[in-house]
């Protein structure tokens, strides 16, 4: 083979390992976006427990207030 065929092969794998490289990366950053938005980080999920454990609470109060204030 000569010098240039061997500059073209260099130049093809380079390229095919970039790309290859560029594609490893996205799938990285889709699957961890599609992560995030479905597993919550534990302290998301403590959060939103306790947000849920006062929520029934919460709505009690404010329908009896509703129905308080309405005129009969």
């Known amino acids: 083979m000569k010098k240039r065929d061997w500059a073209f092969v260099a130049a093809c794998v380079a390229g095919a390992v970039l790309f290859g490289v560029w594609s490893f990366q996205m799938g990285l950053a889709f699957h961890r ?3 995030g938005a479905t597993d919550l980080s534990s ?3 403590r959060s939103q ?9 919460r709505l009690q109060a404010d329908d009896g207030d509703e129905q308080a204030g309405q005129p009969r």
């Open 43 to 45: 302290s998301q999920r």
């Open 49 to 57: 427990d306790g947000a849920s454990a006062r929520s029934p609470a």
């Open 33 to 35: 976006s599609r992560q």
